[in-house]
């Protein structure tokens, strides 16, 4: 059997026209960014921002051409370009107003952010998902971190995921521990790195959560990357998120990053639901003795600041960093500890503010201004 290669996916882009009408796509020097993991192939085609929101045609046509390839289970293509300024939206906006509108079969997104990296949000967010699903309902999780993707090894998933049955070729979420999860991580080899820019990581998300059959959730969980850029504005502004959860440890470094991250829901009207301390205290094993390493309290008071919910505070724990880095999160693998227990509470606080009334709505329409 032929292998899939680069060489292929150009074969087949040779046969589309350029969008001059001279030459075809390859010739005309505009694919780039080709990236083949498994049977997934990612790719970008780069084009003048002035004729960006007339060629989705293009890109629908470059899709499906490498679609047809053997071997191919998914193609993903996007159109590299910024924008010019403008009021209606083209194509590929109108095609995420789809998602803004709703996503079916999803009751809640929420997404689980931090203004910057190393504060525990990932092990926070498989944790708290947990949580919801100890209460009864159906959960899924979303890995957006497309550049350092962290479910696959919290949750001990690995393998490449199926196509559905039917026509529309959506592919199957991996499960573990009752929980649909999509990651970038499902999708390339774990040592290649993603080198793509702003577009083609928006399109990459926005088909995990399009193309992938989810059925009936209650609660998707969204493990956002830190900071503020444009895979957080993607997710804020391009679905319908019913709230956003913010994590920090206690210290000012990460409380002033944490701001940044709360200030971003909170300007495009997403609620923030609270936020959570992690890493709140450390109790020493041998003596039992409380060292508060990187403070107490701060993320608690931040919240009464900026009068928003406080869901909890996790303490430092060696045996939770054994049992995620061993894929065994702690509220499945040690349901009666005390962290555990810290878990489910933040959980339960956030399902009751999302049971509030009028909580469901669309994520806000986006408006450029001249």
Not at 175 to 195: A, C, H, Q, R, W
Request: charged residues 20%; contains cysteine.
């Amino acid at each position: 059997m032929t292998q899939l290669d680069k060489d292929m996916v150009l074969a087949a882009l040779k046969h589309i026209a350029a969008p001059d009408g001279r030459g075809n796509l390859v010739s005309a020097g505009i694919v780039s960014d080709i990236a083949i993991s498994g049977g997934n192939v990612m790719f970008a085609l780069n084009v003048p921002a002035s004729d960006a929101p007339k060629l989705e045609p293009l890109r629908k046509a470059a899709e499906t051409a490498v679609a047809r390839l053997p071997g191919v289970a998914k193609a993903i293509v996007a159109l590299t370009a910024e924008r010019a300024p403008q009021r209606q939206p083209g194509p590929r906006a109108q095609q995420a107003g789809e998602l803004r509108s709703g996503i079916p079969g999803i009751r809640h997104l929420i997404a689980v952010a931090s203004g910057k990296g190393g504060v525990g949000k990932s092990t926070t967010a498989v944790n708290l998902a947990l949580g919801l699903q100890a209460l009864g309902l159906k959960v899924a999780m979303l890995d957006a971190d497309v550049y350092g993707p962290s479910l696959p090894k919290l949750l001990g998933l690995s393998g490449r995921p199926r196509a559905a049955e039917g026509s529309d070729k959506k592919m199957l979420p991996l499960e573990n521990y009752g929980l649909k999860v999509m990651s970038m991580g499902f999708l390339v080899d774990e040592g290649t790195p993603v080198i793509w820019r702003g577009p083609m990581v928006m399109s990459a998300l926005m088909q995990m959560i399009r193309d992938v059959a989810w059925g009936e959730i209650d609660v998707m969980v969204i493990d956002m990357p830190p900071g503020t850029g444009d895979a957080q504005l993607t997710m804020a502004q391009q679905t319908p998120l019913s709230g956003a959860v913010i994590v920090s440890t206690p210290q000012d470094l990460a409380l002033i990053d944490a701001r940044k991250g709360l200030g971003m829901f909170q300007k495009v009207n997403v609620p923030v639901l609270g936020i959570v301390e992690n890493m709140s205290y450390f109790l020493c094993t041998k003596c039992g003795e409380r060292h508060e390493i990187f403070g107490h309290g701060g993320a608690e008071e931040e919240a009464q600041r900026l009068g928003v919910p406080f869901l909890g505070a996790v303490p430092l724990d060696t045996d939770l960093r054994i049992r995620s880095d061993a894929g065994e999160p702690v509220v499945a693998s040690a349901p009666g500890s005390a962290l555990a227990e810290a878990y489910r509470g933040i959980a339960s606080r956030v399902w009751a503010a999302l049971a509030e009334p009028g909580r469901s709505k669309p994520a806000p329409r986006i408006v450029i201004e001249d």
